[in-house]
């Protein structure tokens, strides 16, 4: 560079500045409103890039916003995640966490409901969702979270496997008798290593739940303060559980959340029971001819829901919260709830969902889709408790300890509740 | 910081301008411990301090004992603690015999001498969580590698992780293969150290291999098997990263250590309070156990 040239630059310089200050100022003007969305996978498939897609989605139909989504880990780690966060006074601002933590949320105070948040806005939307979900959801007359990817537990059965144990594949177990006579046929026909897995290791309290419910008892009271692990309901539920290790139907010990859907999609078992949010990743990968049925039924049908929900976190910047909540609100619109649940197997969140013409298209072609949603008709609700989850921690232990036979299930379930009333007591007065 | 403060007060002995140079030292000196003061005040006394505060409040405030009471009646803290005993009683003894043999084996003049020493050293290079993640798929009931190779013997598969008999046993595997490499590093340079001419002068008197190795070899490494069982003995204290990947504490705590605990205590229950006092628990088993270490071994032990 020639120094004629340099000294043009020099006095080019002072011009060039003044134009990029400008550009910047302009740039700021247009600066989209930031979001972070935090949020888990509990499930199989390639679901964070589905997440990518709807938030690139967003940001084109709302240029005056960005969400960044942050894959967090499992439900607990979202949950540490969040939390962490928050007392370090930078929380996120969506944040998709477990229905059953609406509780702690508030404890804490780490949510804005939905009405406050949009204050002078039409909230009516807020009705459109199925009330198996909402119980969860609303508090004190307002709205905390959104369904987003709600589920029930369903069963999933192996047809080719019914057929080699010469049982018929369209009736899959419809009582408890015929669950465990039909995994012991199962087992016995080989083929398979077990007639059925009901995991322990992770979501254990979840599952146990619904055969709770299926015996007639809802573990927990509708204002989380009230735990009823060791009602005798509860007790014959674990002992028919325990019952089903001992005579072979399930493995022995505790059997893993993680790895059931593995085994399912492998053949080494012939049915099993977790969440529908595993549907799509199944139907994908099993190259067998499969089928999903409601969960059998005892003294009555039915399943909890569970799975989580959309919550907006209290930032104190009210523009920021009102930008979240409308975000929330847009991801749980019938288009993307349909998308989502295609994409997954977790419930559509609203009827609307389902009256969408992908959603229409895709139950035609894959009726299974809705027999969690069916399922709705028999809920009861996630096992929501005050107390940080250790109340339910206490009673995946109490499950576990039973189903390694280290307690009797009344030893397991009457420590489980003792522990459950100590962390309940401070609010229950 | 000490030795600064040593210095300086030796310094100020002496009159004139020598105290205007002393001070001048002094400066400097704390100028130069700053930046790791800094550090350690704020990542590490402040957080001890901070336990110390947490331990002894209340969540509402006030000082209480509530917290030392809790510990009494919590049956999942005695059981994890028990737990972690039985850890550090099986895997510490465990790796360091193993790292000796190994390193033993391979400071020998045999072939392929340079591929033993890597592949013993490999499961140190992992890292826990992906070396948790192999094991996982090890002991997967019914066809991971483990129940494969019983079926060939006609034996039946086990659930290694979910048993409560089995799932401490497998995790304190893990830890033993993982660890073992590593102390074989410290064996193995304390072998390269030793003067060959002693083994020449056993060899002269005739004395065994074995007798060597017990009157010699294992005397002269004792600096190293103390320096050694200090470190295992603070890991087995210190590594949970596995026991998220491979059990989760379960099944019913039967695989969960102390350190797992204060974790779910802290994150999962957000009882930060009584993650505090269970912290200092922790603490102080720690020293009290380095305490014992050095005090039982010291005594036998020849410094070179």
């Known amino acids: ?429 | 910081m000490s030795r600064t403060s040593v210095i300086a007060a030796g310094a100020a002995a002496v009159p004139g301008t020598a105290a205007a140079r002393a001070r001048r030292d002094t400066i400097g000196g704390w100028a130069l411990v700053a930046p790791s003061l800094v550090v350690i005040a704020a990542f590490t006394l402040y957080p001890v301090v901070l336990s110390l505060v947490h331990a002894f409040t209340a969540p509402r405030g006030g000082v209480t004992l509530q917290q030392v009471h809790a510990m009494v009646d919590d049956e999942v803290l005695h059981k994890v603690f028990v737990n972690n005993l039985v850890f550090a009683a099986v895997t510490v003894p465990a790796s360091i015999v193993i790292a000796l043999a190994m390193a033993l084996w391979v400071n020998g003049k045999i072939r392929g001498r340079a591929f033993l020493r890597l592949a013993f050293f490999t499961p140190t290079v992992l890292p826990m969580v992906a070396a948790a993640s192999i094991w996982l798929y090890f002991y997967t009931p019914s066809y991971g590698p483990i129940d494969r190779l019983l079926h060939v013997f006609g034996l039946p598969g086990h659930n290694w992780l979910g048993t409560p008999e089995t799932a401490l046993p497998a995790i304190m595997v893990v830890t033993i293969w993982k660890e073992a490499g590593f102390f074989m590093i410290f064996y193995l340079a304390g072998l390269q150290n030793m003067a060959p001419e002693l083994e020449e002068a056993s060899r002269l008197e005739g004395a065994s291999a074995w007798y060597h190795f017990r009157r010699v070899t294992l005397p002269l490494l004792m600096p190293t098997t103390l320096f050694v069982m200090v470190v295992a003995m603070t890991a087995s204290f210190k590594q949970v990263e596995h026991i998220f990947v491979m059990t989760r504490g379960g099944p019913d705590n039967a695989s969960s250590l102390l350190l797992y605990y204060i974790y779910k205590v802290a994150f999962t229950f957000y009882d930060e309070h009584y993650a505090a006092v269970l912290t200092l628990v922790l603490v102080a088993t720690l020293l009290l156990l380095a305490f014992l270490q050095f005090r039982v071994l010291e005594r036998r032990i020849h410094y070179r």
Do not use: C
């Open chain 1, 1 to 429: 560079m020639s120094i004629a040239s340099r000294h043009r630059l020099r006095a080019l310089a002072p011009l060039a500045f003044a134009a990029l200050a400008a550009l910047s100022t302009l740039a700021r003007a247009a600066d989209p409103v930031e979001l972070q969305l935090l949020f888990p996978i509990a499930v199989g498939g390639p679901l964070t890039q589905i997440m990518d897609k709807l938030t690139a989605r967003y940001h084109a139909t709302h240029p005056g916003v960005e969400v960044k989504a942050i894959y967090s880990g499992t439900y607990d780690e979202t949950m540490t995640k969040a939390r962490a966060q928050f007392k370090a006074g930078q929380p996120p601002d969506v944040l998709i966490a477990s229905a059953v933590e609406l509780f702690n949320l508030r404890d804490l105070d780490m949510i804005v409901a939905y009405e406050d948040a949009l204050k002078g806005s039409d909230t009516s939307w807020t009705k459109r969702f199925y009330e198996a979900f909402m119980v969860n959801s609303t508090q004190d007359g307002k709205t905390w979270g959104l369904p987003f990817q709600r589920s029930t537990i369903i069963q999933y059965y192996n047809k080719d496997a019914f057929r080699k144990a010469g049982l018929d594949p369209d009736h899959p177990p419809a009582t408890w008798e015929e669950l465990r006579d039909m995994a012991l046929k199962l087992r016995d026909a080989g083929g398979v290593k077990f007639g059925l897995q009901i995991p322990s290791d992770n979501f254990g309290d979840w599952l146990f739940s619904a055969l709770a419910w299926q015996n007639g008892l809802a573990l927990v009271s509708p204002d989380g303060k009230h735990a009823y692990f060791n009602d005798p309901r509860a007790v014959e539920a674990l002992q028919y559980w325990v019952d089903l290790g001992k005579a072979g139907a399930v493995p022995k010990g505790s059997v893993s959340w993680a790895t059931t859907p593995k085994d399912f999609i492998e053949g080494k078992v012939a049915m099993m029971w977790t969440t529908t949010g595993n549907l799509t990743n199944v139907r994908k990968q099993a190259k067998f001819d499969f089928g999903v049925s409601p969960l059998p039924a005892h003294r009555q049908p039915g399943s909890p829901t569970g799975g989580a929900n959309l919550y907006v976190f209290k930032t104190g910047d009210t523009a920021k919260e009102r930008a979240a909540a409308e975000f929330a609100k847009w991801m749980s619109d019938p288009e993307q709830a349909a998308e989502w649940s295609i994409a997954t197997g977790y419930v559509g969140s609203s009827q609307a969902a389902y009256d969408t013409p992908a959603m229409k298209a895709y139950v035609a072609s894959f009726p299974a889709a809705v027999v969690a949603r069916d399922q709705l008709a028999h809920y009861t609700r996630s096992l929501g408790l005050h107390g940080n989850g250790r109340a339910t921690a206490a009673l995946s232990d109490a499950i576990q300890a039973a189903l390694t036979g280290t307690k009797t299930p009344k030893e397991a379930l009457d420590g489980a509740q003792k522990t459950a009333d100590g962390v309940l007591a401070r609010f229950q007065k």
